[in-house]
């Protein structure tokens, strides 16, 4: 789109570029994530669980201090996609978590 298109913003009420639209929706749908101690999380980051959490399904208990490395965030301000060994499909609470 060029600057000379010009779209109606129905939240500010005006008539915005609509470069200046894409630029302030791309803004407003980035989720943050943190995690138990409000540190930022991203994309391949490492963390520790910070209390012990029964797996369901698995059978197994992952214990307090775990690391689990390179985390994908899921879109959700409160979840966070990992992978362990023996473990498929993880997906952990970011409140049990810690950056490392």
Not at 29 to 44: F, H, I, P
Not at 63 to 74: A, C, H, N, P, Q
Request: charged content about 35%; proline content about 1%; aromatic content about 4%.
């Amino acid at each position: 789109m060029s600057d000379d298109d010009y779209v109606y913003h129905e939240e500010s009420g005006e008539w915005l570029p609509a470069t200046e639209v894409a630029r302030r929706d791309a803004v407003a749908a980035t989720v943050e994530v943190r995690d138990a101690v409000g540190n930022l999380l991203t994309d391949g980051d490492q963390v520790t669980l910070i209390k012990d959490l029964e797996v369901k399904g698995a059978g197994q208990t992952l214990k307090r201090g775990t690391l689990i490395k390179s985390i994908r965030l899921t879109g959700d301000a409160q979840e966070i996609d990992c992978r362990f060994d023996g473990i498929k499909g993880l997906v952990l609470r970011a409140e049990f978590v810690r950056k490392r």
